[in-house]
Antibody, heavy 124, light 107 residues
Framework: QVQLVQSGVEVKRPGSSVKVSCKAS??????????ITWVRQAPGHGLEWMGW????????SYAQKFQDRVAITADKSTSTSYLELSSLRSEDTAVYYC???????????????WGQGTLVTVSS | DIQVTQSPSSLSASVGDRVTITCRAS??????LNWFQQKPGKAPKLLIF???NLEGGVPSRFSGSGSGTEFTLTIDSLQPEDFATYYCQQSHNPPYSFGQGTKLEIK
Protein backbone atom coordinates (compact mmCIF):
# COMPACT_ATOMS: atom_id res chain seq x y z
CA GLN A 1 0.00 0.00 0.00
CA VAL A 2 1.39 3.39 -1.01
CA GLN A 3 1.48 6.08 1.65
CA LEU A 4 2.73 9.64 1.51
CA VAL A 5 3.39 11.19 4.91
CA GLN A 6 4.06 14.90 5.14
CA SER A 7 5.75 17.01 7.78
CA GLY A 8 3.79 19.07 10.29
CA VAL A 9 2.29 22.52 10.58
CA GLU A 10 4.54 25.50 9.89
CA VAL A 11 4.19 29.12 10.97
CA LYS A 12 6.49 31.51 9.15
CA ARG A 13 7.24 35.21 8.98
CA PRO A 14 6.88 37.13 5.71
CA GLY A 15 10.10 37.05 3.72
CA SER A 16 11.28 33.74 5.20
CA SER A 17 11.38 30.28 3.63
CA VAL A 18 9.63 27.00 4.37
CA LYS A 19 10.62 23.43 3.53
CA VAL A 20 7.92 20.76 3.59
CA SER A 21 8.76 17.07 3.36
CA CYS A 22 6.85 14.14 1.88
CA LYS A 23 8.00 10.60 2.66
CA ALA A 24 6.76 7.82 0.39
CA SER A 25 6.40 4.11 0.94
CA UNK A 26 6.41 1.53 -1.85
CA UNK A 27 8.38 1.76 -5.11
CA UNK A 28 7.56 5.39 -5.91
CA UNK A 29 11.19 6.46 -5.70
CA UNK A 30 12.66 3.60 -7.75
CA UNK A 31 10.46 3.52 -10.83
CA UNK A 32 10.50 5.80 -13.88
CA UNK A 33 6.71 5.49 -13.98
CA UNK A 34 6.31 7.89 -11.07
CA UNK A 35 6.95 11.44 -10.01
CA ILE A 36 6.02 13.57 -7.05
CA THR A 37 3.92 16.65 -7.56
CA TRP A 38 3.04 19.48 -5.19
CA VAL A 39 -0.35 21.19 -5.08
CA ARG A 40 -1.53 23.88 -2.70
CA GLN A 41 -4.92 25.07 -1.51
CA ALA A 42 -5.45 28.45 0.10
CA PRO A 43 -8.25 28.64 2.68
CA GLY A 44 -11.62 28.47 0.95
CA HIS A 45 -10.02 28.22 -2.49
CA GLY A 46 -9.38 25.59 -5.13
CA LEU A 47 -6.38 23.47 -5.99
CA GLU A 48 -3.26 25.06 -7.50
CA TRP A 49 -0.52 23.01 -9.16
CA MET A 50 2.96 24.18 -8.18
CA GLY A 51 5.37 21.77 -9.83
CA TRP A 52 6.75 18.26 -9.91
CA UNK A 53 9.81 16.08 -10.07
CA UNK A 54 10.39 12.86 -11.99
CA UNK A 55 12.47 11.18 -9.32
CA UNK A 56 14.50 8.69 -11.35
CA UNK A 57 15.72 11.40 -13.73
CA UNK A 58 15.72 14.29 -11.27
CA UNK A 59 13.92 16.51 -13.77
CA UNK A 60 11.63 19.22 -12.48
CA SER A 61 8.96 21.49 -13.88
CA TYR A 62 7.39 24.44 -12.09
CA ALA A 63 4.39 26.66 -12.61
CA GLN A 64 5.55 30.02 -13.94
CA LYS A 65 3.94 31.75 -10.96
CA PHE A 66 6.40 30.11 -8.57
CA GLN A 67 9.41 29.72 -10.86
CA ASP A 68 11.62 32.23 -9.05
CA ARG A 69 11.09 31.03 -5.51
CA VAL A 70 10.25 27.31 -5.49
CA ALA A 71 12.43 24.22 -5.47
CA ILE A 72 11.27 20.61 -5.48
CA THR A 73 13.85 17.98 -4.68
CA ALA A 74 13.94 14.26 -3.98
CA ASP A 75 16.22 12.17 -1.79
CA LYS A 76 16.14 8.62 -3.11
CA SER A 77 18.00 7.27 -0.09
CA THR A 78 15.11 8.22 2.20
CA SER A 79 12.24 8.17 -0.35
CA THR A 80 11.47 11.75 0.57
CA SER A 81 10.55 14.72 -1.58
CA TYR A 82 10.88 18.29 -0.43
CA LEU A 83 9.12 21.49 -1.40
CA GLU A 84 10.96 24.66 -0.53
CA LEU A 85 9.23 28.01 -1.02
CA SER A 86 11.10 31.23 -0.36
CA SER A 87 10.21 34.92 0.01
CA LEU A 88 6.98 33.96 1.74
CA ARG A 89 4.05 36.36 1.83
CA SER A 90 0.64 36.19 3.45
CA GLU A 91 -0.90 34.94 0.18
CA ASP A 92 1.20 31.76 0.54
CA THR A 93 -0.87 30.71 3.55
CA ALA A 94 -2.31 27.41 2.39
CA VAL A 95 -2.39 23.67 2.82
CA TYR A 96 0.39 22.13 0.74
CA TYR A 97 -0.13 18.62 -0.61
CA CYS A 98 2.28 16.21 -2.22
CA UNK A 99 0.92 13.51 -4.50
CA UNK A 100 2.33 10.64 -6.50
CA UNK A 101 2.21 11.29 -10.23
CA UNK A 102 1.72 8.06 -12.15
CA UNK A 103 2.30 7.59 -15.87
CA UNK A 104 -0.98 6.58 -17.53
CA UNK A 105 0.90 4.98 -20.46
CA UNK A 106 -0.37 7.31 -23.11
CA UNK A 107 -2.38 10.11 -21.55
CA UNK A 108 -0.03 11.89 -19.24
CA UNK A 109 0.43 11.58 -15.54
CA UNK A 110 -2.31 11.41 -12.96
CA UNK A 111 -2.12 11.95 -9.22
CA UNK A 112 -3.20 8.73 -7.55
CA UNK A 113 -1.97 8.91 -3.95
CA TRP A 114 -1.87 12.04 -1.83
CA GLY A 115 -0.25 13.12 1.39
CA GLN A 116 -2.36 14.35 4.27
CA GLY A 117 -1.43 17.99 3.65
CA THR A 118 0.72 20.47 5.55
CA LEU A 119 -0.70 23.80 6.72
CA VAL A 120 1.71 26.66 6.23
CA THR A 121 0.68 29.95 7.80
CA VAL A 122 2.56 33.12 6.90
CA SER A 123 1.97 35.88 9.40
CA SER A 124 3.86 38.66 11.08
CA ASP B 1 -0.86 27.73 -20.59
CA ILE B 2 -3.99 25.61 -20.84
CA GLN B 3 -6.98 27.02 -18.96
CA VAL B 4 -9.59 24.68 -17.57
CA THR B 5 -13.08 26.02 -16.87
CA GLN B 6 -15.50 24.02 -14.78
CA SER B 7 -19.26 24.45 -14.51
CA PRO B 8 -21.38 24.84 -12.55
CA SER B 9 -19.49 26.21 -9.56
CA SER B 10 -22.15 24.77 -7.25
CA LEU B 11 -24.96 22.30 -7.62
CA SER B 12 -27.81 21.15 -5.36
CA ALA B 13 -29.16 17.66 -5.79
CA SER B 14 -30.94 14.90 -3.91
CA VAL B 15 -29.93 11.37 -3.05
CA GLY B 16 -30.73 9.19 -6.03
CA ASP B 17 -30.34 11.98 -8.62
CA ARG B 18 -28.07 11.87 -11.64
CA VAL B 19 -25.71 14.84 -11.94
CA THR B 20 -23.29 16.05 -14.56
CA ILE B 21 -20.33 18.38 -14.14
CA THR B 22 -18.63 19.91 -17.17
CA CYS B 23 -15.03 20.89 -17.75
CA ARG B 24 -13.85 22.84 -20.78
CA ALA B 25 -10.21 23.17 -21.84
CA SER B 26 -8.90 26.24 -23.66
CA UNK B 27 -7.31 24.02 -26.30
CA UNK B 28 -7.49 20.45 -27.54
CA UNK B 29 -6.12 18.08 -24.88
CA UNK B 30 -7.20 14.69 -26.27
CA UNK B 31 -7.93 12.49 -23.27
CA UNK B 32 -5.54 14.19 -20.84
CA LEU B 33 -8.19 14.96 -18.24
CA ASN B 34 -8.61 13.69 -14.70
CA TRP B 35 -11.31 14.11 -12.04
CA PHE B 36 -10.95 14.39 -8.27
CA GLN B 37 -13.30 14.46 -5.30
CA GLN B 38 -12.47 16.44 -2.18
CA LYS B 39 -14.23 16.46 1.16
CA PRO B 40 -13.68 19.20 3.78
CA GLY B 41 -10.36 18.91 5.57
CA LYS B 42 -9.23 15.99 3.40
CA ALA B 43 -6.83 15.53 0.53
CA PRO B 44 -8.30 15.18 -2.97
CA LYS B 45 -9.14 11.67 -4.12
CA LEU B 46 -8.63 10.52 -7.70
CA LEU B 47 -11.86 9.30 -9.32
CA ILE B 48 -11.15 9.12 -13.05
CA PHE B 49 -7.97 9.42 -15.12
CA UNK B 50 -7.40 9.81 -18.86
CA UNK B 51 -10.96 11.04 -19.39
CA UNK B 52 -12.86 7.85 -18.68
CA ASN B 53 -10.77 5.36 -16.70
CA LEU B 54 -12.19 4.62 -13.28
CA GLU B 55 -9.57 4.50 -10.54
CA GLY B 56 -9.54 1.28 -8.54
CA GLY B 57 -12.06 1.19 -5.70
CA VAL B 58 -14.19 4.02 -7.11
CA PRO B 59 -17.87 3.06 -7.45
CA SER B 60 -19.16 2.45 -10.95
CA ARG B 61 -21.81 5.17 -10.57
CA PHE B 62 -19.00 7.60 -11.45
CA SER B 63 -18.18 7.93 -15.13
CA GLY B 64 -16.29 10.29 -17.40
CA SER B 65 -16.51 11.20 -21.05
CA GLY B 66 -15.16 13.83 -23.39
CA SER B 67 -14.45 15.18 -26.83
CA GLY B 68 -10.96 16.65 -26.65
CA THR B 69 -11.98 20.05 -25.28
CA GLU B 70 -15.19 19.40 -23.39
CA PHE B 71 -15.46 16.77 -20.68
CA THR B 72 -18.14 15.56 -18.31
CA LEU B 73 -18.20 13.77 -15.00
CA THR B 74 -21.47 11.97 -14.39
CA ILE B 75 -22.62 10.55 -11.09
CA ASP B 76 -25.57 8.17 -11.35
CA SER B 77 -27.84 7.66 -8.35
CA LEU B 78 -26.18 10.06 -5.91
CA GLN B 79 -25.30 8.62 -2.53
CA PRO B 80 -24.94 10.60 0.72
CA GLU B 81 -21.15 10.18 0.63
CA ASP B 82 -20.94 11.83 -2.81
CA PHE B 83 -21.68 15.32 -1.51
CA ALA B 84 -18.29 16.99 -1.86
CA THR B 85 -16.33 19.30 -4.15
CA TYR B 86 -15.20 17.99 -7.52
CA TYR B 87 -12.23 19.17 -9.59
CA CYS B 88 -11.10 18.44 -13.10
CA GLN B 89 -7.42 18.70 -14.02
CA GLN B 90 -5.61 18.63 -17.35
CA SER B 91 -2.46 16.55 -17.70
CA HIS B 92 -1.61 17.48 -21.28
CA ASN B 93 1.08 20.09 -20.58
CA PRO B 94 2.51 21.70 -17.45
CA PRO B 95 1.31 23.70 -15.62
CA TYR B 96 -1.17 20.91 -14.90
CA SER B 97 -4.05 23.25 -14.16
CA PHE B 98 -7.19 22.43 -12.19
CA GLY B 99 -10.70 23.64 -12.75
CA GLN B 100 -12.19 25.99 -10.16
CA GLY B 101 -14.21 23.23 -8.53
CA THR B 102 -17.88 22.28 -8.30
CA LYS B 103 -19.44 22.06 -4.86
CA LEU B 104 -22.17 19.42 -4.81
CA GLU B 105 -24.62 20.03 -1.99
CA ILE B 106 -27.67 18.23 -0.70
CA LYS B 107 -30.98 19.75 -1.78
Amino acid sequence: QVQLVQSGVEVKRPGSSVKVSCKASGDTFSSSNYGITWVRQAPGHGLEWMGWIIIVFGTTSYAQKFQDRVAITADKSTSTSYLELSSLRSEDTAVYYCARARDSNGYGYYFDYWGQGTLVTVSS
Amino acid sequence: DIQVTQSPSSLSASVGDRVTITCRASQYISRYLNWFQQKPGKAPKLLIFAESNLEGGVPSRFSGSGSGTEFTLTIDSLQPEDFATYYCQQSHNPPYSFGQGTKLEIK
